[in-house]
């Protein structure tokens, strides 16, 4: 029987996010009071995946309205500002990061005329939306993805784009489980996703908690398990996607890109129309964050590397489109010329 993941949850005008970097050895529940607090969050990666960041700051929107719903309207603008700015700067690349704060910062103009109280009802109530289509979203990408698996099938993937990605079932891991559900007996391999090891840690408790055969491999042995013909599909999530379809993910990815293409494995990208910046003309544009030496140096606190060697730590890579079989969304498979067919999912201006 399938266990619920609940990577956040809303609470009584508070919000809590299960802690991912104590998983696997425990489940914990940090509350949040403030968009500060939530921001420090999104930084120090209590929650990571772009959707499930997206859906965070929402919140710690909703967080910040709360308690300047008893100020005067021109003071509550420059608070709500204040916290959308403190939010934006928590990480670069996840793009749904800026887009949940983009729709609070539209909401928060259109309706500029009402009473704190009642934006401040409008923020939360928002933010709930933002996390039930999320929801949404991604069992419909689940359903469109889990046509290109086959019975049989063993799925490599990178990092974790699952239930801990999301506000709950996942990107990637959401197309495995549609195929799972439907029946079909399929198994994974997860790479263990140096430094922080997401595959490891998370995606590889999240499988095995619902029963789906899950094995763990360095992730140096990725293109080995390609060229043995091992694995006959990937599929990894996005934190940003470029309008030609280069997509920005979790370091180590592009080098998966790479074995894929030279052992004609299928390499697919699962991420909702959120995730792609539509003005961004191609990969080259994505901002890559660069997070702290000691992640590598000092993996779970304890010195790998000599005294006195510093290391070099991306957090993403941008894998560009030529090596991406398709898309999936929850409009529908996205097929080449990625330029064009994404245009067509753009939004309408507002």
């Not at 266990?3 to 299960?18: D, N």
């Not at 930084?43 to 709360?66: E, N």
């Not at 005329?113 to 689940?142: H, Q, W």
């Not at 489980?177 to 995606?203: M, Y």
């Amino acid at each position: 029987m399938a266990k619920t993941v609940e990577t956040l949850r809303w609470r009584k005008g508070r919000l809590e996010l299960l802690d991912q970097t104590v998983l696997p050895e425990k489940v914990v529940y940090r509350p949040l009071t403030s968009a500060r607090e939530t921001a420090a969050g999104i930084r120090d990666m209590l929650v990571r995946g772009a959707p499930a960041i997206g859906v965070t700051a929402a919140f710690g929107m909703a967080l910040a309205a709360g308690q300047s719903s008893g100020l005067k309207p021109a003071a509550f603008r420059r608070e709500m500002a204040r916290a959308g700015k403190v939010l934006a700067a928590s990480r670069p690349t996840a793009v749904n990061l800026f887009w949940a704060l983009e729709r609070m910062g539209r909401l928060l103009e259109e309706n500029a005329d009402l009473p704190p109280a009642d934006l401040a009802k409008m923020v939360e109530e928002e933010a709930l939306e933002i996390l039930r289509e999320d929801i949404e979203i991604n069992r419909t990408m689940g359903r469109n993805g889990a046509a290109l698996i086959d019975d049989g099938d063993v799925v490599l993937t990178h990092c974790n784009a699952g239930a801990l990605a999301t506000a709950g079932y996942g990107t990637a891991l959401g197309v495995i489980r549609a195929a799972w559900e439907a029946g079909k007996k399929i198994s994974v391999i997860a790479d263990e996703t140096r430094p922080r090891c997401q595959g490891a840690r998370l995606t590889a408790w999240e499988l095995s908690r619902e029963g789906i055969p899950v094995s763990v491999i360095a992730d140096t042995a990725a293109g080995s398990f390609l060229r043995r013909g091992i694995v006959k599909k990937v599929v990894v999530g996005a934190d940003r996607i470029a309008s030609n379809g280069d997509v920005a993910n979790k370091i180590g990815t592009y080098q998966v890109a790479l074995a894929a293409r030279a052992n004609n494995v299928p390499f697919y990208v699962a991420a909702p129309v959120s995730t792609i910046d539509f003005d961004l003309k191609s990969g080259d544009e994505i901002p890559i964050e660069e997070r702290h030496p000691s992640e590598v140096t000092h993996p779970g606190g304890r010195r790998l590397t000599p005294p006195g060697v510093t290391a070099l730590n991306p957090a993403f890579d941008v894998t560009p489109s030529k090596y991406v079989t398709a898309i999936i969304t929850e409009k529908g498979i996205v097929r080449k010329p990625f330029r064009r067919a994404i245009a067509q999912l753009r939004p309408p201006r507002r």
